[in-house]
């Protein structure tokens, strides 16, 4: 399922986007007045092979979660069992990607890729690992119960996955796109919930962008000196341990990687093939584009950067792709929260070229 999926991304539709910068340049607006909003639509046309492209409705977004063996070296001060208990809060409608999603009118589907503690809630209630999700207009949150295991090893101490348990993880969020997409999914978001997981991001920064630990590490949930410090001892430990190959992107997920960071770099596939935008969230998020880019080159170009994460990895792994996030409002909560506010913007810049009069159109004369 990987090797088709990868083999479906393809280049953006020149044509469209042709078309929707012509039309860009004849609405009733000066050129370049709506600044990044501009050659947004114009990839989106590329990514449909339409102009107009569809509007991004309805959106989804999907929230991986997983729990970390790298836990054990103290890079972050929360209890494990925290994981758990929001995917409770999740499912319970309480967290803040709840809040920010009825605003939005999007759905969200909780995935269990690798949570170690037990779930607060009855397994049997939800998703069948194998089964389908269900289409994004019904109602309230749920959960896809895909466990590959329980949170990943230690990266210090060996590789945090195997290759099949990495395959397994990216497979689930090729899966989970592909059946949000079925269901009438017009965009994807990511969202992501684990603690400990700024580790395994800043190190999958490091090594795909090749910038220095302390340049791709953060202070995650808020970090006191000591423990970032230790945080940096840790990624750089583990990337002179296992020296992870970037043109290798399975290796690099099965080694220092995490299960969600794995499956949001399918989700990041499945919406490329599937020719959906992406939207992505915040470290996690990005961290797992960088394998997905290194997958599928092309996957680039259903990607679109919600916003630009406080965590100092995102904005490395940003530059590596060469996105420009939509909002920079200093968030640090992963969630899918940073994607879900910008939204607006991406939905804004496509109904533009739905509903904008030309200037013939209009009477209105042009300079
Ligand atoms: O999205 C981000 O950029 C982001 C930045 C810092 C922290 N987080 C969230 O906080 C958790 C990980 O933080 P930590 O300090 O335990 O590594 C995890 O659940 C993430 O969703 C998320
Ligand atoms: C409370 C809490 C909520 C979160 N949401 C995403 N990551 C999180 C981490 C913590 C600690």
């Known amino acids: ?26 609405l009733t607006k000066p050129a370049g007045s709506l600044g990044a ?33 790298v836990y054990a070296q ?14 409770g809060n999740f499912l319970a ?48 949150p749920r959960l896809v119960a895909a466990n590959v295991r329980a949170g990943t090893r230690d ?39 684990g603690i400990g997981n700024t580790t395994p991001a800043a190190t999958l ?12 590490t953060g202070r995650g949930t808020g970090v006191d000196d000591e423990t970032y ?38 989700l990041i596939l499945g919406a490329a093939a599937r020719r959906v935008p992406v939207l992505l969230d915040g470290v996690i998020a990005v961290s797992g584009a960088l394998a997905a880019a290194a997958f599928a080159p092309d996957a680039v170009g259903a990607m679109v950067a919600g916003h630009r994460s406080a965590e100092p990895g995102a904005t490395a792994a940003l530059r590596h792709l060469g996105l420009d996030p939509l909002i920079d409002l200093g968030l640090r909560l992963g969630e899918g929260t940073g994607a879900l506010l910008a939204l607006p913007v991406v939905t804004g ?5 739905h509903e904008v009069a030309t200037f013939d159109s209009a009477g209105v004369v042009e300079k």
């Open 37 to 69: 909003l501009e050659p947004l639509s114009v990839r989106l046309a590329g990514l449909a092979g339409a102009c107009p492209p569809p509007l991004p409705e309805p959106a989804a977004v999907a929230v991986f979660a997983g729990d970390h063996g």
């Open 229 to 266: 410090q230790r945080k940096v001892a840790v990624v750089r430990a583990a990337l002179d341990r296992h020296a992870p190959d970037p043109a290798d992107p399975l290796g690099v997920l099965a080694a220092v990687g995490g299960l969600e960071h794995a499956a949001l770099a399918g």
């Open 93 to 140: 409608g309480g967290a803040v990607v709840n809040a920010f999603a009825r605003q939005a009118g999007a759905s969200v589907t909780v995935v269990d890729v690798g949570v170690a503690t037990p779930l607060p809630v009855d397994p049997a209630a939800s998703a069948d690992p194998a089964g389908p999700v269900r289409s994004v207009d019904s109602a309230g």
């Open 349 to 353: 810049a496509v109904r533009v070229l």
């Open 74 to 87: 103290g890079v972050t001060p929360w209890p494990q069992e925290v994981t758990a208990q929001m995917i």
């Open 155 to 193: 990266m210090t101490v060996t590789a945090a996955l195997t290759r099949d348990e990495a395959r397994a993880a990216v497979e689930t969020g090729i899966r989970v796109a592909g059946e949000l997409v079925d269901g009438g999914a017009g965009i994807l978001l990511t969202g992501d919930m």
């Open 205 to 216: 920064v490091a090594a795909f962008t090749g910038v220095d630990p302390a340049e791709a």
């Open 1 to 26: 399922m990987l090797e088709s999926t990868v083999a479906a991304i393809r280049p953006l539709d020149e044509t469209a986007m042709v078309a929707a910068r012509d039309l860009q340049g004849r």
